[in-house]
């Protein structure tokens, strides 16, 4: 897949499928962000071969890391998610197609402010649509998804219903919201009657999946 995977679109190449689909590397790297970094990057090189989408999907395998470990405080997953943009961007420029685009990790850290500066969750999450975006771009998905993580102060179910309410491309940034959120604050956390609901509409059980990640988890003791 290095050698001939290919972006379906010039677009694909800075987008935030990226970041998307690698909350599971963070679960299989507990604590080890720097494997969780590596192995995100991996990833990318097929469909998203660019120092943009290297740092995006490295912010989010670092932060779902380090939200999965017991210890794990919310700025703790924040900082990680600052790291892994930092990390993502050192090795996209040696290895990667770079491109002309906003920095991930100037835009996480503008999140952070306006997550930190309001008190009031509602207020922060339009300030972060309005501001950092809601849509396709890695540059406004990864962010925003951090800035909701913090401004819910890491619960699950107001990060997440703040993502879906902020339009845009509101499935993305829930799913990436959603992840480092749930890895934080556990299953416990979520609505059981939205747990059952999404489980009986999509003839899915959730709690089968999640023992499936908890034994790829084990596996890498």
Do not use: W
């Amino acid at each position: 897949p290095t050698e001939t995977g290919f972006p379906t679109t010039p677009l694909d190449m800075i987008s935030n499928g990226a970041a998307m689909k690698v909350s599971p590397i963070g679960l299989a790297h507990p604590g080890n962000p720097d494997a969780a970094i590596r192995d995100a990057i991996t990833m990318c090189i097929p469909t998203h071969n660019t120092d943009v989408a290297y740092a995006g999907a490295a912010a989010v395998a670092a932060a779902v890391s380090i939200a999965v470990t017991p210890q794990a405080t919310f700025l703790a997953v924040v900082d990680a998610a600052l790291y892994g943009a930092k990390e993502g961007y050192r090795i996209g420029k040696a290895q990667a197609q770079i491109i002309p685009s906003p920095s991930v990790v100037e835009r996480i850290r503008l999140a952070i402010e306006i997550a930190s500066a309001e008190s009031e969750f509602d207020v922060a999450c339009l300030r972060l649509g309005n501001v950092i975006g809601c849509g396709l771009p890695i540059i406004e998905a990864v962010p925003v998804a951090i800035g909701l993580f913090l401004a819910s102060r890491g619960d699950p179910n107001s990060a997440i219903f703040g993502a879906v309410n902020l339009g845009g491309d509101a499935d993305t940034v829930a799913t990436i919201t959603g992840a480092i959120a749930g890895a934080y604050a556990g299953i416990d956390r979520f609505q059981p009657d939205l747990v059952g609901q999404i489980e009986a509409v999509n003839h899915i059980q959730l709690a089968g999946i999640a023992r499936q990640l908890m034994d790829l988890v084990s596996a890498q003791d």
